[in-house]
């Protein structure tokens, strides 16, 4: 079946040439073999033009928060990719850029492979630097440049507005989604019919932008000579790729989704997935995850309840699979419509509602119990105990709790001089060491914290205004936290982390 022309949208107008060589999957943000869209219709494309297929992914050094951490995670999957497809008749070229500009240099690494190609295809990813890279080689392609939308199970286009809050956008999402589940991506893309065979990147080609040496680049201090943030490294407890994504994916099902719907928010019992940094880097698919839970679930569409935008009692299924149904398709896609949506200001201030903008200014003079500045905040240097363990465990291991996530950004927003310091605050600790950062859901997080999705609440406070509000006691009240605090803050672990120690000593 032909994957859904609403996940389609052509870059440029140049023709689909049925001379080139092969045709091109330049991969920079579905990083995956299996669920992928992008990789169907490449497929599909290759056996229409009867050409072998070439997946370019490769690794720039010039973006916003490049890092040992963010770099070893992608390479990790790199390596997933390169060992699938070794003595496969698709090509395969992992390339890192040694320093900054070298894929540019000499006309262009992706212009000069996409000379030779019938067509480039690509992924749609709305949010960081990727809409801004494909504006940059629209025109600089050769040949028609497609994109394609495969980061969330409802396509990209579906909705014809953008949803203020999760309520709306889960009715919306509710009645649409049964046509939906019909067209999931293919599960193992690369097994069946055979493409002709990939006969090799050109020599000149690799001379010029080697392929990657991923073992090299995996081993000790192989990023070093790279130009990116050496000081925030890798989470060794996070490995990156395909592979562990789905063991990761698998494990849950198996043994903590029955825990989810009870225990998520209590940091002890460590009852969440950890699948946001395999989803932000596409080493996952979100279709993969829903098709595996409902087939866990024994699950059939004629139990999907009418759609009535509640979190719960849609889908029919045990109660904690709703729960992280609702967490996967409302919360994660809801993020992505807006970005989707509004390019231009998903990530600026201006963006929050209304009220927001409105109450936030009425308080922007009232004094705060205490103010930090970002240096301060990056070392866990406030007086609250549990917002440095939040902010501790953030550079460590590169993830936060969900529910301490929200404690921590409304205590910047407490504690900043101005939100907008407080939005830049979030915005770059939570891009820099967090390896799911730079997401339509950093974003999204982020701002709800300072009123987007949500409405007013009472009574009026000082600095939030009518922001929803949250301290560090109700939530020490609320929490199972006690050995989380032992881990990240409390006196059984004076000593700074590794990371710590490399980052602020
Ligand atoms: C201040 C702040 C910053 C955040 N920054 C990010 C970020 O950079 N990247 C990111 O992916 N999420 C972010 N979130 C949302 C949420 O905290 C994470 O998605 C979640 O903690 C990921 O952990 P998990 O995979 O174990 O989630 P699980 O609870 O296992 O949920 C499964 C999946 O559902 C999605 N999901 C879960 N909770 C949320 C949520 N509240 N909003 C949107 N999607 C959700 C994620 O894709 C997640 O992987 C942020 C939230 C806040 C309050």
């Known amino acids: 079946m032909p994957i ?11 023709p689909i040439r049925g001379e080139g060589e092969y045709v091109l999957y330049w991969m920079i943000a579905h990083r995956r073999l299996s669920w992928n869209f992008a990789l169907d219709h490449a497929i599909d494309e290759a056996k229409r033009l009867g050409k072998p297929l070439l997946i370019f992914e490769p690794l720039r050094v010039r973006y916003e928060w490049a890092s040992d951490r963010l770099h070893r995670f992608i390479i990790e999957g790199m390596r997933d990719h390169a060992a699938a497809l070794r003595d496969h008749p698709v090509g395969y070229y992992p390339y890192v850029e ?57 396509p990209l286009r579906l909705a014809d507005r953008t949803f203020t809050v999760a309520h709306s956008y889960r009715r919306w999402m509710q009645k649409q989604i049964l046509d939906v589940l019909p067209d999931f991506p293919r599960p193992r893309p690369l097994a069946g019919g055979r493409l002709p065979p990939f006969p090799g990147v050109e020599a000149k080609i ?21 130009p990116i943030d050496h000081a925030v490294g890798p989470c060794p407890e996070t490995v990156g790729g395909d ?33 946001s940094p395999y989803l932000h880097f596409g080493h996952l698919s979100p279709h993969q995850i829903v098709s595996e839970l409902l ?111 929200m404690l921590w950004g409304k205590l910047i927003l407490h504690w900043s001089a101005t939100p907008e310091e407080a939005l830049r605050v979030m915005v770059e600790l939570n891009n820099k060491y967090a390896l799911d950062g730079r997401d339509p859901n950093s974003y999204s997080g982020i701002f709800w914290t300072l009123g987007r999705y949500d ?30 605090l032992a881990k990240f803050a409390g006196p059984g672990t004076p000593e700074k982390s590794a990371a710590e120690r490399k980052l602020f000593d």
Request: hydrophobic content about 35%; charged content about 30%; aromatic content about 8%.
């Open 243 to 275: 592979g562990e994504a789905v063991r990761r994916l698998r494990g849950f099902l198996k043994t903590g989704l029955a825990a989810y719907g009870d225990d998520r928010n209590h940091p002890d019992r460590r009852a969440t997935s950890g699948l």
């Open 4 to 14: 859904p022309a609403i996940r389609l949208t052509d870059a440029n107008e140049a």
């Open 455 to 484: 409405r007013p609440w009472g009574p009026t406070r000082p600095v939030f205004g009518n922001v929803r509000y949250m301290t560090s006691d109700s939530t020490r009240r609320k929490l199972k936290l006690k050995g989380y």
């Open 98 to 154: 040694p320093h900054a500009g070298a894929a540019a240099s000499s006309g262009g690494l992706l212009a000069t492979l996409a000379r030779r190609a019938c067509l480039v295809i690509s992924d749609e990813y709305p949010c960081f630097f990727l809409p801004r890279l494909i504006d940059a080689v629209r025109d600089r392609v050769p040949v028609r440049l497609r994109l394609v939308d495969s980061s969330t199970v409802m």
């Open 206 to 226: 690799l001379r010029r932008w080697p392929a990657a040496d991923l073992d090299r680049l995996l081993s000790p201090g192989g990023l070093d000579s790279i």
């Open 295 to 405: 087939d866990r679930e024994g699950w059939t569409p004629d139990r999907a309840a009418p759609a009535n935008g509640k979190n719960h009692g849609f889908w029919n299924t045990s109660e904690t699979a709703e729960a992280f149904l609702d967490q996967l398709l409302t919360w994660r896609e809801l993020g992505f419509n807006l970005s989707h949506r509004q390019p231009d200001d998903y990530d600026r201030y201006e963006s929050l509602p209304d009220w927001a903008l409105k109450t936030l200014d009425q308080h922007r003079r009232d004094p705060r119990p205490t103010i930090y500045d970002l240096d301060q905040f990056e070392r866990a240097e406030t007086h609250d105990e549990i917002w440095n363990a939040a902010q501790r465990e953030l550079v460590s291991t590169g993830a936060m709790h969900n529910y301490l996530r």
